[in-house]
């Protein structure tokens, strides 16, 4: 085959695609060899190829196209996910855009949409992903509601019901109010948004003065039979205050005191105090010159007991303390005031919240019992703002004393930690949203309108009623439905739950104890949290696309759980003892299972292992081996299907999992279609080949890290395709003689190369099995790029006209072979292309199939004086460029020691001769590698003059930076502060700074004769 001068991707990539098809060299069935099965991460039916899709899936093919070529019988399990939720609610909008309302449909014919639209839509993201070139056994292909699958599930979901796993009931969930279904916990996106924080009060429900006597407080205020005779004196006293006490009075209702409100001449019990601020409980005293009168102190202490014991505390002054040291009474009086605890009729606590509408559901308010500030209320009530409600403030050590107020507003129907703390103290759940986000009748207020306008509304309704203390400007994180954007609201409901605490048991173990192995590892902290923290599993969604819960509710009450109708009617019929019961006479479940129940079940069942446990295929592909996915749902998929791997196989459902980081923008942003950051990969792929796109992919994403991708990436894929092709054209393109013979240098080229190919291979293997890709990735390419193209070629390659040797042209393409079987799983278009080209090849032989390389012997000490070898190259390739000596001109070299490959570093260098000298040559340049010393006479080869003046120049640049770095290291202060790296850093710039001094000088002084 002839070898087109460019290499055309589209064309290469569509031909072997269809080549490969063609010949079936995806498909895999049961055999001898060592299984390699890989199960996909299943993408929504009605997805479309994404970034993260294609990251997750070249590194998939990877592992499986290097698998093939190891031996093994590699099968890659395609598939889709029905996606209940996102499907759902692209069938409404759809109909909806025609017109139609879901609910004037029946569920039937609403399916009929749903399917039509799955036909249609389904199954388009893995066509594109052949676009990519994954090699999957696209017989295979599986669909979570495909009846194989469905029958699995019903199957479990019976199994656990009838083990006591599946049970039904009432609990807190993630409800989507615009889907208006439960959520799973990875279906809530959480994002940043900015907010209010309310503060409210919930006043103290002390009954003011004038109440009756059962309903007045002791404390608060005379009984019946004293109180007319007080408040006569109470009143007189405020006609006549002292001057000290009228004093005073200006200042506690005065700004300096504005944010407590106090109360003069003011009845408690049967005495009258002078000053009172009943939010606070504080009493203020101002005494007269009779209070020093013995019996008078002593009836001051009684009343000041008293007074304490029903919650007050009591401040005295004398008058002449109140005229003459002014400012520290009020500041007594203000340090007393921000110290005291609330309470008393007037009294509130403030609650600070975000969602001012859930108010209305309230039903406690919960302190910290160690808070100093509110141990007086445990056990006492608060009124709920607004409505009125008497609720109970309870102490919990749940609250954070220092966060907020530290005092919580407890609505158990609708906040998790508060469902919590309700089911603990016994609260009432006062559920006052309907489904789809408007407030009902339990509210009170607002019924039938949406929980945002509430919001708004009920901000002013507060505030007039002076029951909002103020509003703050507030950067909180709220959970949005991951498929309708809606905010998610925490809601009681009656859902179908399983019960994970015992069946996550063998799952925690198998990672614990590495049975299952996570790359990289530190996600197992994470693992073992979660699942040491497994809470009950809500499956049930209230949607019609997807499995339908087989549970059928009978007339007189009660359900059956059934695999199918005909089983459920005769469980039914046998329950009520009715032989008449038809069909029709029960209703099956509304609802449907969360997808996650279909795909936790994924790499047993797309091998029918839940229906027929000893097939073949199960037998033979379970447990998989690699599982490729992010982390994000490393416990909300692959946690699940460890689970029921063990529950229904008794055995791990993969060996090892491949955690991908999340692809970036150039800005660190996580791609989306909402910020407009995310390429369109079938564009990419169309401008920069599909290995381009892959190479761009891999080149910086090490597994459990986020990729940083740029489309420069791709663009770099792309050279490199053009540099593999290119360098391929010239190798094919040398003319050969049979009859030459090998020329030393090419020998010891070859001889190089082939023992850096095999460490190469052995590093590979390396880190391939340690799931490095995107190192063993940089190591081929490097390979490939430095040491092969840059190097080699240029080391055995023939003078202008002349033909190769046949030994090293052939050794060079057994070299372009191995590289590119190196190569293929990263690039599998170009690879198969030129191994074709290689040589001639059977009708159904390919590079996918191919023996992957074996590492022989790397003789380290070779590749490092081959590495000698280049050091001294580069720096005789330096001093051409520095002195601008063409390439075409031969230079002299001089060696102060051993040179080792001669006839290499000759026609590498252009050099007319290699001599031996024990000193440095007159008008010559010096240069070191490692222990030896080598010169390059320029005698007649420069401008003298000028490269007097140059290296002049330099020598005094060089001498200007030692003087600075010997200042500082001269500076004692310096010396004695500064940490030892630094002072080291230093000493060694100084040590750099002399050898290059003495080198200059050293040049300076030969030039100059």
Not at 122 to 150: H, P, V, Y
Not at 883 to 889: C, V, Y
Request: proline residues 5%; contains cysteine.
């Amino acid at each position: 085959m002839e070898l087109p001068s460019k290499y055309d991707p589209k064309a290469t990539e569509d031909k072997w695609y269809a080549w490969w098809m063609q010949n079936k060299m995806f498909e895999s069935k049961p055999d001898s060899r060592e299984p390699y099965t890989v199960v996909i991460p299943p993408p929504n039916v009605t997805g479309v190829l994404h970034m993260g899709h294609m990251l997750n899936n070249t590194i998939q093919d990877v592992l499986v196209r290097r698998a093939r070529m190891m031996g093994k019988n590699a099968c890659w399990v395609p598939g889709t996910d029905h996606a209940s939720i996102a499907t759902e609610a692209k069938v409404v909008a759809k109909l909806a855009s025609e017109g139609i309302h879901k609910t004037d449909l029946t569920r039937e014919q609403f399916l009929e949409h749903a399917w039509e639209w799955t036909h249609k839509h389904g199954g388009i993201i893995l066509e594109q992903l052949k676009k990519l070139g994954a090699s999957c056994d696209w017989n295979r292909t599986c669909f979570t509601m495909d009846e194989n699958l469905s029958k699995s599930v019903f199957k479990v979901f019976v199994d656990l019901y009838n083990k006591n796993r599946i049970y039904r009931g009432v609990r807190m969930v993630n409800w989507d109010p615009k889907a208006q279904t439960a959520l799973s916990d990875e279906e809530v996106i959480y994002k940043e948004v900015q907010s209010k924080l309310y503060y409210l009060k919930y006043y103290s429900p002390l009954t003011p003065k004038g109440g009756t006597e059962e309903s007045r407080p002791r404390f608060q205020t005379a009984r019946n039979s004293s109180y007319q005779l007080l408040k006569e004196l109470a009143n007189k006293a405020k006609t006549n205050p002292t001057d000290a006490e009228n004093l005073l009075w200006i200042h506690l209702s005065g700004k300096k005191l504005q944010n407590y409100k106090f109360r003069r001449q003011h009845i408690i019990d049967e005495f009258i105090v002078d000053f009172v601020c009943l939010a606070k409980k504080v009493v203020i005293e101002v005494d007269g010159g009779y209070h020093n009168d013995p019996e008078v102190k002593k009836a001051d202490e009684l009343r000041t007991a008293i007074l304490g014991g029903l919650g007050y505390e009591v401040v005295r002054f004398t008058n002449d303390e109140v005229f003459t040291r002014l400012d520290r009474v009020l500041e007594k009086i203000t340090g007393t005031l921000d110290n005291a605890p609330l309470g008393g009729w007037g009294a509130y606590i403030v609650v600070a919240t975000t969602r001012p509408e859930t108010i209305l559901g309230d039903t406690a308010v919960c302190v910290n019992p160690n808070d100093p500030r509110y141990m007086h209320l445990h056990g006492q009530h608060v009124i709920v703002p607004l409505i009125g409600r008497s609720v109970p403030v309870i102490p919990d050590e749940y609250v954070d004393m220092e966060f907020g107020t530290g005092a919580l507003k407890i609505t158990p129907a609708h906040d998790v930690n508060d469902y919590i703390l309700g089911e603990k103290y016994h609260l009432e759940s006062i559920d006052i949203f309907n489904d789809d986000g408007t407030l009902n009748e339990r509210a009170q207020l607002y019924v039938g309108q949406d929980r945002f306008d509430v919001r708004q509304q009920i901000e002013i309704d507060l505030r007039e009623a002076g029951l909002l203390e103020k509003t703050e400007d507030y950067t909180n994180k709220v959970g949005f439905s991951e498929r309708t954007d809606a905010v998610i609201e925490p809601k009681l409901s009656m859902q179908w739950f399983v019960s994970m605490e015992d069946l996550s048991k063998p799952a925690l173990r198998a990672v614990m104890d590495d049975v299952i192995e996570l790359y990289p590892p530190k996600f197992k902290n994470t693992y073992r949290h979660w699942m040491e923290n497994i809470k009950a599993w809500c499956i049930s969604r209230q949607l019609w696309w997807g499995h339908r819960i087989p549970a059928w509710y009978m007339p007189q009450g009660g359900f059956v759980v059934a695999e199918n109708e005909e089983e459920a009617l005769k469980m039914a019929r046998e329950r009520s003892g009715n032989p008449n019961l038809a069909l029709a006479d029960l209703r099956q479940d509304e609802d449907c299972l969360d997808t996650w129940f279909s795909s936790w079940l994924w790499p047993v069942s797309v091998f029918d292992g839940i229906n027929r446990p000893d097939n073949p295929d199960i037998r033979y592909y379970y447990p998989t081996n690699d599982l490729v996915t992010a982390p994000e749902i490393l416990f909300f998929w692959v946690a699940r299907m460890i689970i029921a791997g063990y529950e229904y196989m008794g055995d791990k459902p993969f060996r090892n999992v491949y955690l991908t980081g999340i692809v970036r923008d150039k800005l660190g942003r996580k791609m989306s279609k909402q910020l407009g950051n995310s390429p369109d990969p079938l564009l990419l792929i169309d401008h920069y080949g599909a290995d381009g796109v892959r190479l761009g992919m891999l080149l910086t994403s090490p597994a459990g890290n986020d990729l940083p991708f740029d489309e420069q990436l791709c663009e770099q894929g792309r050279n490199f395709n053009n540099k593999i092709w290119n360098a391929f054209r010239l190798v094919k393109g040398w003319q050969v003689d049979g009859q030459k013979a090998q020329p030393a240098a090419s020998a010891q080229a070859v001889e190089w190369f082939d023992a850096l190919l095999n460490r190469a291979i052995a590093e590979i293997d390396d880190q391939m099995g340690k799931y490095r890709l995107s190192e063993a990735l940089m190591t081929t390419y490097k390979l490939f790029w430095d040491e092969f193209s840059a190097w080699y070629l240029e080391m055995i390659k023939p003078g202008y006209q002349q033909p190769v040797d046949g030994v090293t042209h052939r050794a060079t393409l057994d070299f372009f072979e191995k590289l590119l079987m190196l190569l293929h799983p990263f690039m599998p278009f170009i690879t198969e292309e030129l191994w074709h080209h290689i040589k001639e090849r059977g009708e159904h032989e390919s590079i996918m199939v191919a023996a992957w390389p074996v590492a022989g012997a790397q003789n380290p000490e070779l590749i490092d004086a081959f590495e000698q070898l280049k050091e001294t190259v580069a720096a005789v390739r330096s001093i051409r460029q520095d002195k601008n000596i063409p390439n075409k001109e031969a230079l002299q070299l001089m060696v102060n020691g051993a040179v080792t490959y001669p006839e290499l570093l000759s026609g590498l260098c252009n050099l007319s001769a290699i001599t031996s000298v024990t000193s440095q040559p007159e008008g010559a340049v010096q240069f070191m590698v490692r222990t030896t010393e080598y010169f390059v006479p320029l005698a007649g080869k420069i401008n003298v003059d000028e490269e007097i003046r140059k290296l002049e120049a330099e020598l005094k640049h060089q001498e200007g930076f030692l003087a600075s770095v010997m200042k500082k290291l001269g500076n004692e202060r310096f010396m004695n502060s500064a940490p030892a790296q630094v002072v080291e850093t230093e000493r060694k710039k100084q040590a750099d700074a002399e050898s290059r001094i003495q080198a200059i000088s050293q040049q300076l002084a030969n030039l100059k004769g």
